[in-house]
């Protein structure tokens, strides 16, 4: 019998929450003509042609065995917090669960300078965060985990298995999870559940909602007095580039398994890795329990068992989504059709230079474990339909650029970027960076290399290359030789149409039980 160490909630679930938490198409709220997708960001320098801003992924760690990745992190970007303007997180923002319980030790600690009242991170409540500088996530898949009620009953009761957690896992878990992404929604999203009367609601949106843009009256969002987010995706307008923040948790169903004899010979082969790899987390589990994580050689040791054991437990959960009995897939078509539309209207606004993207899984990834998850598919598939009704409505407007000029992704822990080629879609030719390695276990790139590889039903079964990796930085080297090196970006968007985006990469790197910070060599990107 095999732990199930976390629970992923159906999408409608998921869909169906955050839209209560934010009273979402509340008919007080259409009266008022708000666009509870739309914000703008009162700094001041909105209008600015040249700015800079970082990028975050995968961070909410914790100590992570003794050592601190994440707050090492933290201290780097704190070297550039007073000329960048905003903070993209790509999402998991806490590990494992999501919980409430973890977001004082995995967040608020780790980056308490850019909260107002930091200096006294203990008294700061998470569902009360006020930045300094603005923190804009989107939600990863563990924002959105909850944990299975017999699994933090033993976490919390059983002595043997805390330790062996502590050791092994090395996981933050308390008694319970996310709750379905509230946890989440309680410390970035403005909350409107909360209000009981009309007269309160009017009152809070008279204050925070007075933007107004060409879609409607939208939430201002104000650097160290009011810094809440109007949903779980949204967009906003930055120096003449449109920001288009996604939840990717809700269109990343797997494509169902085919029917007839093709379907019944995949899905035999689905349980027969199932049925492998829960024997080898078995295993893994037993091998941890006779190791001494305070002996260095063991504790490296136990290193890579943990990271073993995380790559099997995501893969497991891709598989329990594609051997769903009954398997119906739910599609978040109204957040893709906003996405459509917006973009659309972006390309006929002259006011707008370029367009970024930024949500959790990636479509292209050149990480370990990734690329043949058929989440990943799903993902880079939907995607593609956006992006190619996105180009037959505009036309000639791109005048030969790529309908978004750049793609910002996490779920893989690393750092890459990668170009695609001719994918015979309009997601061809565009530029796309993961920045997942800003703190949790560092996985390598895959024993393919850098090359990706897609087979097209739709063209009789061809196999081409569609996308190849220009850069990536993950854990590499074995037992004491090993490294890890952390990651965050610096982002800097220049003047002209298309802009350019000079990207700087910086690295805190763990070898030896030593912590070396580092700058990668500044690279330009354009369309």
């Given at each position: 019998m095999t732990m199930k160490f976390v629970s992923d909630p159906p999408i409608s679930v998921k869909?169906?929450?955050?839209?209560?938490?934010?009273?979402?198409?509340?008919?007080?709220?259409?009266?008022?003509?708000?666009?509870?997708?739309?914000?703008?960001?009162?700094?001041?320098?909105?209008?600015?042609?040249?700015?800079?801003?970082?990028?975050?992924?995968?961070?909410?760690?914790?100590?992570?065995?003794?050592?601190?990745?994440?707050?090492?992190?933290?201290?780097?970007?704190?070297?550039?917090r007073d000329s960048s303007r905003f903070v993209l997180h790509t999402g998991d923002v806490i590990y494992l669960v999501g919980s409430s319980e973890y977001y004082?030790?995995?967040?608020?600690?780790?980056?308490?300078?850019?909260?107002?009242?930091?200096e006294h991170p203990d008294r700061i409540a998470y569902n009360q965060m006020t930045f300094n500088l603005p923190f804009l996530p989107v939600p990863g898949n563990h924002d959105y985990y909850d944990l299975p009620l017999i699994f933090g009953l033993i976490a919390q009761t059983t002595k043997p298995f805390q330790r062996l957690l502590?050791?092994?896992?090395?996981?933050?878990?308390?008694?319970?999870?996310?709750?379905?992404?509230?946890?989440?929604?309680?410390?970035?999203?403005?909350?409107?559940?909360?209000?009981?009367?009309?007269?309160?609601?009017?009152?809070?949106?008279?204050r925070h909602y007075g933007a107004l843009t060409e879609t409607g009256y939208c939430l201002r969002y104000q650097p160290g007095q009011f810094t809440r987010l109007p949903n779980r995706y949204y967009t906003f307008r930055y120096g003449g580039i449109d920001f288009f923040a996604l939840d990717s948790n809700t269109f990343n169903d797997p494509i169902p398994v085919p029917v007839g004899q093709e379907g019944a010979a995949y899905r035999r082969l689905l349980a027969e890795q199932q049925?492998?790899?829960?024997?080898?987390?078995?295993?893994?589990?037993?091998?941890?329990?006779?190791?001494?994580?305070?002996q260095p050689?063991?504790?490296?040791?136990?290193?890579d068992l943990r990271t073993k054991l995380q790559q099997i437990e995501e893969t497991l959960l891709d598989i329990d989504k594609q051997l769903q009995p009954n398997q119906t897939t739910v599609i978040d078509y109204e957040q893709l059709d906003w996405l459509r539309e917006r973009l659309i209207a972006s390309w006929n606004n002259k006011e707008v230079r370029g367009r970024v993207i930024y949500f959790h899984h990636p479509p292209y990834v050149t990480e370990a474990t990734k690329w043949n998850q058929a989440q990943t598919l799903a993902v880079r598939?939907?995607?593609r339909a956006v992006f190619d009704a996105v180009a037959n409505a505009v036309g000639d407007l791109t005048q030969g650029r790529g309908v978004v000029d750049l793609v910002l992704n996490g779920h893989a822990h690393c750092l890459e970027y990668l170009q695609t080629g001719n994918t015979g879609h309009a997601d061809s030719h565009i530029n796309w960076?993961?920045?997942?390695?800003?703190?949790?276990?560092?996985r390598r790139q895959r024993s393919e290399g850098s090359e990706l590889r897609e087979t097209f039903?739709?063209?009789?079964?061809?196999?081409?290359?569609?996308?190849?990796?220009?850069?990536?930085?993950?854990?590499?080297?074995?037992?004491?030789?090993?490294?890890?090196?952390?990651?965050?970006?610096?982002?800097?968007?220049?003047?002209?149409?298309?802009?350019?985006?000079?990207?700087?990469?910086?690295?805190?790197?763990?070898?030896?039980?030593?912590w070396i910070h580092s700058e990668i060599q500044p690279f330009v990107i354009s369309t």
């Amino acid at each position: 019998m095999t732990m199930k160490f976390v629970s992923d909630p159906p999408i409608s679930v998921k869909i169906r929450k955050m839209k209560e938490r934010v009273r979402w198409q509340d008919p007080f709220i259409v009266d008022r003509g708000i666009d509870q997708t739309r914000m703008v960001l009162d700094d001041g320098g909105s209008d600015s042609s040249e700015f800079s801003f970082l990028v975050v992924g995968d961070s909410g760690s914790g100590s992570h065995g003794g050592h601190n990745p994440q707050r090492q992190i933290a201290k780097q970007m704190l070297l550039h917090r007073d000329s960048s303007r905003f903070v993209l997180h790509t999402g998991d923002v806490i590990y494992l669960v999501g919980s409430s319980e973890y977001y004082k030790k995995n967040f608020i600690e780790p980056y308490r300078e850019f909260i107002l009242g930091g200096e006294h991170p203990d008294r700061i409540a998470y569902n009360q965060m006020t930045f300094n500088l603005p923190f804009l996530p989107v939600p990863g898949n563990h924002d959105y985990y909850d944990l299975p009620l017999i699994f933090g009953l033993i976490a919390q009761t059983t002595k043997p298995f805390q330790r062996l957690l502590r050791s092994v896992l090395d996981f933050d878990v308390g008694w319970h999870g996310s709750f379905q992404g509230n946890a989440y929604a309680q410390a970035f999203i403005d909350y409107l559940k909360t209000f009981n009367s009309q007269a309160e609601l009017a009152q809070h949106l008279d204050r925070h909602y007075g933007a107004l843009t060409e879609t409607g009256y939208c939430l201002r969002y104000q650097p160290g007095q009011f810094t809440r987010l109007p949903n779980r995706y949204y967009t906003f307008r930055y120096g003449g580039i449109d920001f288009f923040a996604l939840d990717s948790n809700t269109f990343n169903d797997p494509i169902p398994v085919p029917v007839g004899q093709e379907g019944a010979a995949y899905r035999r082969l689905l349980a027969e890795q199932q049925e492998e790899l829960e024997q080898q987390q078995q295993e893994i589990m037993a091998t941890a329990a006779t190791l001494n994580p305070n002996q260095p050689d063991e504790a490296e040791h136990l290193d890579d068992l943990r990271t073993k054991l995380q790559q099997i437990e995501e893969t497991l959960l891709d598989i329990d989504k594609q051997l769903q009995p009954n398997q119906t897939t739910v599609i978040d078509y109204e957040q893709l059709d906003w996405l459509r539309e917006r973009l659309i209207a972006s390309w006929n606004n002259k006011e707008v230079r370029g367009r970024v993207i930024y949500f959790h899984h990636p479509p292209y990834v050149t990480e370990a474990t990734k690329w043949n998850q058929a989440q990943t598919l799903a993902v880079r598939q939907r995607l593609r339909a956006v992006f190619d009704a996105v180009a037959n409505a505009v036309g000639d407007l791109t005048q030969g650029r790529g309908v978004v000029d750049l793609v910002l992704n996490g779920h893989a822990h690393c750092l890459e970027y990668l170009q695609t080629g001719n994918t015979g879609h309009a997601d061809s030719h565009i530029n796309w960076i993961v920045c997942g390695g800003s703190g949790y276990s560092l996985r390598r790139q895959r024993s393919e290399g850098s090359e990706l590889r897609e087979t097209f039903t739709e063209d009789g079964g061809i196999t081409r290359t569609v996308a190849s990796c220009k850069l990536f930085v993950g854990r590499n080297g074995q037992g004491g030789q090993k490294r890890r090196p952390y990651s965050f970006l610096r982002i800097d968007v220049l003047d002209g149409c298309p802009p350019k985006f000079r990207v700087r990469p910086f690295i805190a790197e763990r070898s030896q039980r030593k912590w070396i910070h580092s700058e990668i060599q500044p690279f330009v990107i354009s369309t």
